[in-house]
């Protein structure tokens, strides 16, 4: 690894784990584009945050139960039924062309970018 890439590998760190802290947003929105931009594959960047995000969902989770804003049944059965679509979701990307996914990933992202603008738009009518 050149020193760029760890550079630039601690900045992704650091960045996502301080917008996830700050928003809530899932490390796959923010680490796989990047990790894409370091050379990754899109199949490598999604199962590289796929791992990258379980410390950082680790200690969110620890500091939001100190004050009292974790909610461990939901969470547990989200969690566990997510276990079943993760798995579903690799097959998935692993079967289909990696350019598709790629551009099935930028849909995700224009989608989840238009939900919160809507949000903002209904919220300033209130």
């Given at each position: 690894m050149?020193?760029?890439?760890?550079?630039?590998?601690?900045?992704?760190?650091?960045?996502a784990?301080?917008?996830?802290?700050?928003?809530?947003?899932?490390g796959?929105?923010?680490?796989?584009?990047?990790?894409?931009l370091?050379?990754?594959?899109?199949?490598?960047?999604?199962?590289?945050?796929?791992?990258?995000?379980?410390?950082?969902?680790?200690?969110?989770?620890?500091?939001?139960?100190?004050?009292?804003?974790?909610?461990?049944?939901p969470?547990?059965?989200?969690?566990?039924?997510?276990i079943?679509?993760?798995?579903?979701?690799?097959?998935?990307?692993?079967?289909?062309?990696?350019?598709?996914?790629?551009?099935?990933?930028?849909?995700?992202?224009?989608?989840?970018?238009?939900?919160?603008?809507?949000?903002?738009?209904?919220?300033?009518?209130?």
């Open positions: 050149s020193a760029w890439t760890i550079a630039a590998a601690l900045g992704l760190g650091l960045g784990g301080l917008l996830s802290g700050i928003f809530g947003v899932g796959g929105i923010l680490f796989v584009p990047t990790l894409v370091l050379g990754l594959g899109q199949v490598e960047a999604s199962a590289t945050s796929l791992l990258a995000i379980v410390p950082t969902a680790a200690v969110g989770t620890m500091r939001q139960r100190s004050y009292g804003n974790l909610r461990v049944r969470a547990l059965v989200v969690g566990v039924v997510s079943a679509g993760a798995e579903l979701g690799i097959q998935i990307a692993t079967r289909i062309d990696e350019a598709l996914l790629r551009r099935l990933f930028g849909v995700l992202l224009l989608a989840v970018a238009a939900q919160l603008a809507l949000q903002v738009v209904r919220d300033r009518g209130r």
